[in-house]
Nanobody
Framework: QVQLVESGGGLVQPGGSLRLACVASGFTFQGIMNWYRQAPGKERELVATISSFGGNRNYADSVKGRFTISRDNAKKTVFLQMDNLKPEDTAVYYC?????WGQGTQVTVSS
């Protein structure tokens, strides 16, 4: 059974940092992994993508220079380091692999 389990969300002040993690099971981990987010009233958007061994990483323009995606294939885990967070980063963040999604983790940026 394919499972993606996110963790690491929470409430943080503007300018703060969070590190999200997504642990995968039930499938061969090598392959493109993605982080998406969905804010209230908005469509889900792709935030960051990482290739099988981390050689290629891509980011949404809105997070470039602030977010870093990485992975540990031995632990079947993908991370999203989020720095200099802004209120507009508030959303539920989802881990994704092809048609599989995690349950999401809430990130709230507010003073």
């Amino acid at each position: 059974q394919v499972q993606l389990v996110e963790s690491g969300g929470g409430l943080v002040q503007p300018g703060g940092s969070l590190r999200l993690a997504c642990v995968a099971s039930g499938f061969t981990f090598q392959g493109i992994m993605n982080w998406y987010r969905q804010a209230p009233g908005k469509e889900r958007e792709l935030v960051a993508t990482i290739s099988s061994f981390g050689g290629n990483r891509n980011y949404a323009d809105s997070v470039k220079g602030r977010f870093t995606i990485s992975r540990d294939n031995a632990k079947k885990t993908v991370f999203l380091q989020m720095d200099n967070l802004k209120p507009e980063d508030t959303a539920v963040y989802y881990c994704n692999r092809a048609s599989h999604w995690g349950q999401g983790t809430q990130v709230t940026v507010s003073s």
